[in-house]
């Protein structure tokens, strides 16, 4: 796991995030997501991003592979900087992508438009699989250690029908 302090550079960057040079410099200078430990500061000086940057990378270009246009992106990003308040909102959100909108994960049962109906909740149910999972083998883990469970007095053993012969 990376480091609180740890710094990578642009390579770095490219390496682990799978976003191009060319996309990760563009993004830098036109302040769609720039790093956070150091900015270039001319020729030959380099950028140094945080874990957190490198998140955001990826971030974009998964919603970028998912179809959603950096112009989108832009949005997305500034609607969560000025509304929510947030710095680095891509590493910071649960995005969902759901047609040509993208919504965000306000609490696990409220998700609000960030595209076509700006700040517009709507309530979801997500349904969390490997928390359930994690439950379930849990208990089993516990059930396996207790002896097992008697039938209660109050529910009486039901004895299989028998036929009588006619």
Same mark, same amino acid.
């Given at each position: 796991?990376?480091?609180? %302090?740890?710094?990578?550079?642009? @390579? ?5 995030? @799978? ?12 302040? $769609? ?11 030959? %000086? ?32 500034? $609607?969560?900087? %000025? /509304? /929510? ?24 049962? /409220? ?11 709507? $309530?979801? $149910? ?41």
């Amino acid at each position: 796991m990376a480091k609180a %302090t740890e710094s990578f550079s642009t @390579g770095d960057a490219v390496r682990i995030t @799978g976003v191009s040079f060319r996309n990760i410099d563009y993004w830098a200078r036109t302040k $769609f997501i720039v790093p956070s430990i150091a900015e270039a500061q001319g020729t030959g %000086t380099d950028r140094r991003y945080s874990f957190s940057d490198l998140l955001a990378l990826r971030v974009a270009r998964e919603l970028r592979e998912a179809g959603v246009s950096t112009q989108s992106l832009r949005r997305v990003v500034d $609607f969560l900087r %000025t /509304k /929510k308040g947030l710095t680095q909102p891509l590493a910071e959100c649960r995005l969902i992508v759901t047609g040509a909108d993208v919504q965000v994960a306000t609490s696990p049962e /409220k998700i609000m438009s960030v595209l076509q109906t700006p700040g517009q909740t709507s $309530f979801a $149910f997500v349904f969390d699989l490997a928390r359930t999972v994690g439950e379930m083998k849990q208990e089993i883990g516990i059930s396996e250690r207790k002896p097992p469970a008697r039938a209660s007095a109050s529910q009486p053993v039901r004895k299989p029908a028998t036929r009588r012969a006619g």
